[in-house]
Structures are given as C-alpha cells and as structure tokens.
C-alpha cells in the first residue's frame, strides 16, 4: 500500500471504527500473545527463531497447536498437518472476503490475508453482513487489523525476549487459556458455531490418551465436520422452506 493511500484510510473515520471494534478482545489478544512467545522460547526455539516465527507465521492458534508437537519430536508431517488443520478456517475466510475484496490488486489481496484473524472477521461481518463493496470497508478492515497485530506481535515479542525472566509460577498458561476462552465465547454466535465447539470439545477429552497431541488433529476434523454439516442442513432447510413459500403463493 503506497504512503498516500495509508495516509487516506488513517483520517478515514471507519479506521478508527475498526480499530476501537479490536481493542475490546485487545486484552484477551495480547495475553495469548505473551504466552505464545514465552511457549516457544521454553519450548526450545531460539530467540530469533521465535521472533521469525511471530513475524512470519501470525498465527496464534496454529503456533500453540504445533509447539507441544515440536517438544516432543513429532515427525515433521504430523507438525505441518496440524497447522494446516488448525489454519482451514482461513480457506472459508478467504472464499467470503472474496466478495468484498476481489477487485483488489493480488499484492493488496495478499497482504489481506497476512493480516486476516478470527475477530477481525467477526467484527467485519457484523458490521457489513451484505457481501458487496463499500468504500468504508477497507479502512474499517486496516483499523481492526493494525489493533489486532499490534495487539498480539506487541506483548508476543516481550514474551520472547523477556522469556527467561518470566517465571512459569506466574500461571501464564492458564492467563492464556482464559484469553482463548473469553474471545472464542465472542465469536459463537449461531448454531454450527455452538455445535462444533462441543464436539470439539468432547473429542478432545475422548481422545487425550493420543500419542503425540493427536487428538488436537481429531478435535479439529471432528469439530469442521461438524459445522459443515451442520451448515448444510440449515441452508437445505432454507430451500426447502422457500420452496414451499413459493409453492404456497
């Protein structure tokens, strides 16, 4: 994005929308950031590794995922299989924001997605629910995603220099387990979200005996099967109903 057009949507007042939509679950955000960067450097990863990972991967969920995977020296393809599971919700982000962004160039449609998250889109979608563009829809987009990686790179990168200062005793795993509770209870707000949570869930505790964190994989597959057939039958039942509407007109 060139200085001019960054200018533009920092005076533009759906920028400063966006961002006050984040710093709401900024607190939630930044607390699972300081516990993934103290988690990686505790897990074994040197200090520029762990910064190269915050800035490359930006991915929180996927990090925590593969972190106990790498400790225990799981073999690689089971490492890059979980964070290709955790990170599938991204594929049906992409194919929505589709309808707001494709006439984007690639280059800004890319760094879209570098900058993408869960409550970003959350927040989006329920301030523009009808797919179509909208020249607020950019600068509310570049608002929420400034807050929401400052938000999480921020308290992330002190989590890895500062690692070896930061005592376990503090309880930062359980702090960074109360962050993921409080913003994923935000984002549930139909019921394929609900449904696939508790089948997460139940899996997940069902199958802890895995090896090598596996039933984090079968939470994952269990818990998208879930929404998506669950999604299925909800817009069958949608056409059934107007079909029988149109039938009784």
Same mark, same amino acid.
């Not at 309808?99 to 449609?109: M, T, V």
């Given at each position: 994005m060139s200085l001019p057009a960054w200018r533009a949507h920092l $005076?533009?007042?759906s920028f400063r929308q966006g961002a006050r939509d984040m710093l709401g679950t900024g607190l939630g955000i930044g607390a699972w950031g300081l516990v993934t960067g103290v988690a990686m450097v505790k897990? %074994?990863? *040197?200090?520029?590794l762990a910064l190269f990972m915050s800035l490359t991967v930006y991915a929180g969920s996927a990090q925590l995922a593969v972190l106990p995977l790498m400790v225990a020296g799981a073999p690689l393809w089971v490492v890059w299989l979980t964070a290709t599971? @955790?990170?599938?919700r991204f594929v049906i982000f992409s194919s929505m924001w589709r *309808?707001?962004?494709?006439?984007?160039? $690639? $280059?800004? $449609?890319m760094a879209l997605g570098y900058f993408s998250g869960d409550v970003i889109f959350v927040c989006f979608m329920q301030r523009f629910p009808k797919p179509r563009p909208d020249p607020a829809q950019l600068p509310y987009f570049w608002g929420a995603a400034t807050t929401n990686w400052l938000a999480w790179q921020v308290p992330s990168v002190t989590g890895i220099i500062l690692s070896n200062v930061?005592?376990? *005793?503090?309880?930062? %795993?359980?702090? %960074? @387990?109360?962050a993921l509770l409080g913003i994923l209870l935000s984002m549930l707000a139909d019921r394929a979200s609900w449904l696939a949570t508790a089948v997460a869930s139940t899996a997940a505790v069902a199958t802890f005996a895995l090896p090598l964190k596996l039933n984090i994989l079968v939470a994952i597959a269990a818990a998208v099967t879930a929404g998506l057939v669950t999604e299925a039958g909800e817009r069958a039942l949608r056409r059934a109903r107007a079909r029988s509407a149109g039938g009784d007109a």
């Open positions: $005076r533009d007042p897990g %074994g990863l *040197s200090t520029p599971c @955790v990170n599938l *309808s707001y962004f494709a006439h984007l160039p $690639r $280059r800004q $449609r930061i005592p376990l *005793s503090w309880g930062l %795993g359980f702090a %960074g @387990v109360l």
